[in-house]
């Protein structure tokens, strides 16, 4: 998709392989595809390709291009997966995704955010994408269970209902911490008898807010 930020998006595919040592080519290839300036608020659309978390509608962010890159890369998609996803924001994780997994469910909590995602999958004509307005720390039970689950909020301890519905094999990326704007970033992975875990260090995400996160 060319445009004018193909130089800047260009770079920040560059700077996620150099410098983060981003290493699966099929998340750097759709990160240079996706036009990530779509995705933030008008004004601030000359950051959009910035190293850094911007803010969006109703005090939430979209996470910085490391984060979205690195938590991606964590799940080890496939196109045969289905994948979970936490807080879709203004929907440039869910698009991500989308192009990378066999189907996305995701949720946002809140209902200005959820009608600008689904806008966004409208305009890039996406149909594996079901998307609800909802409490995502309860999952979603219908589907369950998932080979992916992405939760794009900080959590103060692994919420049960994500953990039981991973297939086994399957991976939840999320990040951990009490409070509410710190955390590390963390990779479960469910064997058939328990759950393995990764700490990949710190991060910062708005607080996961619902029955199983933190509370308003």
């Not at 799940?75 to 997966?81: D, F």
């Not at 890039?124 to 589907?143: H, P, Q, R, S």
Request: aromatic letters at 8%; hydrophobic letters at 40%; charged letters at 25%.
């Amino acid at each position: 998709m060319e445009d004018e930020y193909q130089i800047p998006r260009e770079r920040m595919v560059a700077r996620l392989r150099d410098h983060y040592k981003i290493q699966d080519e099929r998340v750097l290839d759709i990160m240079l595809q996706v036009p990530r300036h779509l995705f933030v608020p008008e004004a601030i659309k000359f950051q959009a390709y910035k190293d850094n978390a911007l803010p969006i509608a109703s005090k939430q962010t979209i996470s910085q291009p490391f984060i979205v890159a690195k938590m991606t890369e964590l799940l080890e998609l496939t196109p045969n997966k289905k994948v979970l996803e936490i807080g879709a924001g203004s929907g440039y994780q869910t698009v991500i995704l989308s192009q990378l997994a066999g189907y996305i469910y995701s949720i946002e909590r809140v209902e200005k955010l959820a009608k600008i995602t689904q806008k966004k999958l409208d305009l890039f004509e996406i149909k594996n994408v079901t998307l609800k307005c909802d409490d995502g720390t309860n999952g979603w039970e219908a589907y369950a269970p998932f080979d992916g689950i992405l939760v794009a909020a900080g959590s103060p301890d692994f919420p049960q209902p994500l953990l039981e519905q991973l297939a086994v094999g399957g991976k939840l990326v999320i990040p951990i911490g009490d409070e509410a704007k710190s955390q590390k970033l963390f990779k479960v992975t469910r064997t058939k008898h328990s759950f393995q875990t990764e700490d990949f260090g710190s991060c910062s995400f708005v607080p996961l807010i619902g029955e199983h996160g933190f509370h308003n």
